[in-house]
């Protein structure tokens, strides 16, 4: 079974930086495709950021290209959202995801296994 633990929420100023992490676990946990997405209240949950399963690869909203990072530490089993020049209109609950197979998506619906979620809020 594979089990996501997320940390790094918090509070920041718009223009400031968040690292978020995913700790996986389980079989083969980390060579799964991972993915960030964020719900906002009211709103439905959308994707950010997505990484194939070797972290070769990487797919992003619009929104947050040229400021989001995702990366993947193979040592630690750990994906990372790195987040710089935040804009309040980032803050959300942002969750952690891995899918089976090997290419990485960006539709909720495919993947499988979803952490806890964190919060990020962005003042102005």
């Known amino acids: 079974q594979v089990q996501l633990v997320e940390s790094g929420g918090g509070l920041v100023q718009a223009g400031g930086s968040l690292r978020l992490s995913c700790a996986t676990t389980?079989?083969?946990?980390?060579?799964?495709?991972m993915g960030w997405f964020r719900q906002a209240p009211g709103k439905e949950r959308e994707f950010v950021a997505a990484?194939?399963?070797?972290?070769?690869?990487?797919r992003y909203v619009d929104s947050v290209k040229g400021r989001f990072t995702i990366s993947k530490d193979n040592a630690k089993n750990t994906v990372y959202l790195q987040m710089n020049s935040l804009k309040p209109e980032d803050t959300a609950v942002y969750y952690c995801a891995a899918r089976e197979g090997l290419i990485a998506t960006i539709s909720k619906a495919d993947y499988t296994y979803w952490g806890q979620g964190t919060q990020v809020t962005v003042s102005s």
């Open positions: 389980g079989r083969t946990a980390a060579r799964r495709p």
């Open positions: 990484s194939d399963w070797n972290g070769g690869s990487a």
